[in-house]
């Protein structure tokens, strides 16, 4: 809970929702375009282009006092984002297969469900101090 009271935290998090934004933009347009292969298979190429982006603007901007070791905490990273696109892709299939929203709604609502694990996950361990 004190953690709750740091206001560094929160500025992080919103810088991480800055970085979010911009892979998600990423994301969704990747995906779109790559639709025609399948949107599991887009996703998954969307997925490491957006995070390609996500890591290097994280670990310059939102976790920038917290470097560490480029190879280490970018093979963490990775970790953290193949969770999290395990997580997405079990909401992709939930959002599109089960319910039967359209293909970029349902990876809209999808990575919105990830973004917290995915938050957690990098703040604790790929870009701990």
């Known amino acids: 809970m004190q953690a709750l009271r740091k206001a560094e935290n929160w500025f992080q998090l919103a810088k991480f929702g800055v970085v979010g934004t911009s892979g998600y933009v990423i994301y969704l347009g990747i995906y779109a375009l790559l639709l025609g292969l399948g949107a599991?298979?887009?996703a998954a190429i969307a997925f490491v282009v957006s995070a390609a982006n996500n890591y290097v603007w994280n670990r310059h901007w939102t976790f920038a006092k917290q470097k560490g070791h480029f190879g280490v905490q970018g093979m963490r990273f990775f970790a953290v984002s193949v969770a999290a696109f395990l997580t997405n892709q079990v909401w992709l299939y939930v959002f599109l297969d089960l319910a039967g929203f359209?293909?970029?709604?349902a990876a809209a609502i999808a990575i919105v469900f990830v973004t917290p694990v995915n938050f957690l996950g990098n703040k604790l361990w790929s870009f701990r101090s």
């Open 40 to 42: 599991h298979s887009a």
């Open 102 to 105: 359209g293909k970029l709604v």
